[in-house]
Protein backbone atom coordinates (compact mmCIF):
# COMPACT_ATOMS: atom_id res chain seq x y z
CA UNK A 1 0.00 0.00 0.00
CA UNK A 2 1.38 3.37 -0.65
CA UNK A 3 -0.06 6.80 0.57
CA UNK A 4 0.30 10.33 -0.47
CA UNK A 5 0.13 13.04 1.85
CA UNK A 6 -0.64 16.20 0.99
CA UNK A 7 -0.91 19.65 3.18
CA UNK A 8 -3.73 22.16 1.78
CA UNK A 9 -3.11 25.30 0.28
CA UNK A 10 -2.01 28.51 1.36
CA UNK A 11 -4.97 30.41 3.20
CA UNK A 12 -5.69 33.68 4.26
CA UNK A 13 -4.55 33.25 7.81
CA UNK A 14 -1.35 31.60 6.84
CA UNK A 15 -0.77 34.81 4.68
CA UNK A 16 -1.57 36.86 7.91
CA UNK A 17 0.26 34.90 10.32
CA UNK A 18 -2.26 33.42 12.26
CA UNK A 19 -2.50 30.03 13.53
CA UNK A 20 -5.08 28.32 12.48
CA UNK A 21 -4.95 25.39 14.17
CA UNK A 22 -8.69 23.15 14.64
CA UNK A 23 -10.06 27.13 12.95
CA UNK A 24 -10.79 27.25 9.40
CA UNK A 25 -9.79 30.11 6.72
CA UNK A 26 -10.27 29.93 3.00
CA UNK A 27 -7.49 29.21 0.52
CA UNK A 28 -6.00 32.64 -1.26
CA UNK A 29 -5.38 32.71 -4.78
CA UNK A 30 -1.96 31.46 -4.07
CA UNK A 31 -3.28 28.74 -2.57
CA UNK A 32 -5.78 27.44 -5.14
CA UNK A 33 -2.84 28.07 -7.98
CA UNK A 34 -0.56 25.66 -5.40
CA UNK A 35 -3.57 23.03 -5.33
CA UNK A 36 -3.55 23.49 -9.09
CA UNK A 37 0.20 22.69 -9.41
CA UNK A 38 -0.63 19.38 -6.80
CA UNK A 39 -3.48 18.28 -8.69
CA UNK A 40 -1.56 18.04 -11.95
CA UNK A 41 0.86 16.35 -9.86
CA UNK A 42 -0.92 13.93 -8.49
CA UNK A 43 -2.60 12.96 -12.51
CA UNK A 44 -0.18 9.56 -12.88
CA UNK A 45 -1.73 8.35 -9.47
CA UNK A 46 -4.27 6.28 -9.60
CA UNK A 47 -6.06 6.51 -6.15
CA UNK A 48 -8.73 3.85 -4.84
CA UNK A 49 -9.72 6.07 -2.10
CA UNK A 50 -8.70 9.83 -1.59
CA UNK A 51 -9.47 10.95 2.08
CA UNK A 52 -9.73 14.68 3.52
CA UNK A 53 -9.55 16.66 7.01
CA UNK A 54 -12.59 18.06 7.94
CA UNK A 55 -11.09 21.41 7.86
CA UNK A 56 -12.03 23.61 4.64
CA UNK A 57 -8.78 24.70 3.67
CA UNK A 58 -8.11 20.86 3.34
CA UNK A 59 -11.75 20.06 1.25
CA UNK A 60 -10.93 23.02 -0.69
CA UNK A 61 -8.07 21.94 -2.00
CA UNK A 62 -8.91 17.92 -2.06
CA UNK A 63 -12.09 19.11 -4.31
CA UNK A 64 -9.35 20.59 -7.04
CA UNK A 65 -7.81 17.25 -7.34
CA UNK A 66 -10.02 14.13 -6.65
CA UNK A 67 -14.02 15.85 -6.35
CA UNK A 68 -14.70 12.35 -4.64
CA UNK A 69 -13.26 12.08 -0.96
CA UNK A 70 -14.20 11.47 2.38
CA UNK A 71 -14.06 12.97 5.26
CA UNK A 72 -11.88 11.73 8.31
CA UNK A 73 -11.88 13.35 11.69
CA UNK A 74 -7.75 11.83 12.25
CA UNK A 75 -6.54 13.94 9.74
CA UNK A 76 -7.64 17.37 11.79
CA UNK A 77 -4.75 19.53 12.38
CA UNK A 78 -2.95 19.69 16.02
CA UNK A 79 -5.31 21.61 17.99
CA UNK A 80 -3.37 24.82 19.99
CA UNK A 81 -6.40 25.50 21.67
CA UNK A 82 -6.36 29.32 23.43
CA UNK A 83 -3.23 30.42 20.80
CA UNK A 84 -5.92 29.47 18.08
CA UNK A 85 -6.15 32.91 15.72
CA UNK A 86 -3.53 34.70 17.03
CA UNK A 87 -0.18 35.80 15.22
CA UNK A 88 3.07 34.08 16.04
CA UNK A 89 3.98 37.58 17.45
CA UNK A 90 1.52 37.70 19.74
CA UNK A 91 2.39 34.52 21.36
CA UNK A 92 5.89 35.15 21.45
CA UNK A 93 4.68 37.92 23.87
CA UNK A 94 2.41 35.67 26.06
CA UNK A 95 5.16 33.20 26.07
CA UNK A 96 8.31 33.22 24.76
CA UNK A 97 8.90 29.24 24.83
CA UNK A 98 5.41 28.50 22.45
CA UNK A 99 6.88 29.21 19.08
CA UNK A 100 9.30 26.56 19.97
CA UNK A 101 6.54 23.82 20.80
CA UNK A 102 4.69 25.28 17.90
CA UNK A 103 7.62 24.43 15.11
CA UNK A 104 7.74 20.60 17.00
CA UNK A 105 10.96 20.88 18.76
CA UNK A 106 9.49 19.89 21.81
CA UNK A 107 7.13 17.12 20.66
CA UNK A 108 5.74 16.44 24.12
CA UNK A 109 5.02 19.74 25.16
CA UNK A 110 1.82 21.79 24.41
CA UNK A 111 1.07 25.10 23.02
CA UNK A 112 -1.89 26.97 24.54
CA UNK A 113 -4.66 25.93 26.74
CA UNK A 114 -6.87 23.10 26.24
CA UNK A 115 -4.11 22.30 23.58
CA UNK A 116 -2.86 18.66 22.13
CA UNK A 117 0.86 18.14 21.96
CA UNK A 118 2.31 16.89 18.51
CA UNK A 119 3.07 13.73 20.15
CA UNK A 120 -0.70 13.34 20.59
CA UNK A 121 -0.95 14.04 17.32
CA UNK A 122 1.29 11.43 16.06
CA UNK A 123 -0.94 8.95 18.20
CA UNK A 124 -4.23 10.22 16.25
CA UNK A 125 -1.62 9.74 13.03
CA UNK A 126 -1.13 6.37 13.90
CA UNK A 127 -4.90 5.58 14.49
CA UNK A 128 -5.31 6.79 10.95
CA UNK A 129 -2.62 4.37 9.75
CA UNK A 130 -3.44 1.69 11.35
CA UNK A 131 -7.46 2.34 10.03
CA UNK A 132 -6.05 2.04 6.61
CA UNK A 133 -3.90 -1.51 7.39
CA UNK A 134 -7.15 -2.72 8.60
CA UNK A 135 -9.33 -2.07 5.42
CA UNK A 136 -7.38 -4.42 3.01
CA UNK A 137 -6.06 -1.77 0.92
CA UNK A 138 -2.87 -4.30 0.17
CA UNK A 139 -2.15 -2.75 -3.17
CA UNK A 140 -4.10 0.23 -3.20
CA UNK A 141 -2.42 3.85 -3.52
CA UNK A 142 -4.04 6.32 -1.34
CA UNK A 143 -4.47 10.50 -1.01
CA UNK A 144 -4.42 11.87 2.38
CA UNK A 145 -4.93 15.72 2.42
CA UNK A 146 -4.14 17.39 5.83
CA UNK A 147 -1.88 19.79 7.72
CA UNK A 148 1.45 20.93 8.03
CA UNK A 149 1.85 19.74 12.02
CA UNK A 150 -0.17 16.70 10.94
CA UNK A 151 2.26 15.70 8.17
CA UNK A 152 4.96 16.85 10.80
CA UNK A 153 3.82 14.50 13.72
CA UNK A 154 3.03 11.44 10.83
CA UNK A 155 6.52 11.86 9.40
CA UNK A 156 8.47 11.98 13.37
CA UNK A 157 6.09 9.12 14.13
CA UNK A 158 7.48 6.42 11.41
CA UNK A 159 10.58 7.79 10.36
CA UNK A 160 12.30 9.42 13.42
CA UNK A 161 10.53 9.29 16.63
CA UNK A 162 13.84 8.55 18.87
CA UNK A 163 14.71 12.21 17.82
CA UNK A 164 13.85 14.47 20.16
CA UNK A 165 12.66 17.07 17.78
CA UNK A 166 10.20 16.75 14.58
CA UNK A 167 11.17 20.51 13.21
CA UNK A 168 12.93 19.24 10.37
CA UNK A 169 10.07 17.72 8.98
CA UNK A 170 8.39 21.23 7.39
CA UNK A 171 5.77 20.73 4.57
CA UNK A 172 5.13 23.93 2.31
CA UNK A 173 1.63 24.50 1.43
CA UNK A 174 0.53 21.68 -1.34
CA UNK A 175 3.88 20.07 -0.29
CA UNK A 176 3.53 16.01 -0.17
CA UNK A 177 4.99 12.90 1.47
CA UNK A 178 5.00 9.27 0.24
CA UNK A 179 4.99 6.66 2.63
CA UNK A 180 4.52 2.44 1.86
CA UNK A 181 3.56 -0.55 3.99
CA UNK A 182 4.50 -3.62 3.70
CA UNK A 183 5.23 -6.63 5.90
CA UNK A 184 3.07 -4.73 8.94
CA UNK A 185 5.66 -1.89 8.44
CA UNK A 186 5.26 1.61 7.38
CA UNK A 187 8.39 3.03 5.44
CA UNK A 188 8.76 6.76 4.52
CA UNK A 189 9.44 7.11 0.74
CA UNK A 190 10.36 10.68 1.08
CA UNK A 191 8.73 13.77 2.55
CA UNK A 192 8.04 17.21 1.80
CA UNK A 193 8.23 17.13 -2.42
CA UNK A 194 7.46 20.78 -3.13
CA UNK A 195 9.47 20.68 -6.61
CA UNK A 196 5.96 21.01 -8.53
CA UNK A 197 5.34 24.64 -6.73
CA UNK A 198 7.82 26.44 -8.17
CA UNK A 199 6.47 30.13 -9.09
CA UNK A 200 3.78 29.53 -6.67
CA UNK A 201 5.38 29.09 -2.94
Known sequence: MRIILARHGQTIWNQQGLLQGSLNSDLTDQGKAQADRLATEMKPYRFAKVYSSPALRCMQTCKVIAPDFAICDLLQEQNFGSYEGLSLHDIDRIDPTARAVIR???????????SE????????ASRFLNLLANMHHQDDTILAVTHGNFLKALIWRIHAQDQASASR?????????????????????????????????
Open 117 to 124: SLAEVAQR
Open 169 to 201: YTHFNCAYSEITYSNNEWTVSFWGKASHLIGVL
Open 104 to 114: GEHPHQKAGEN
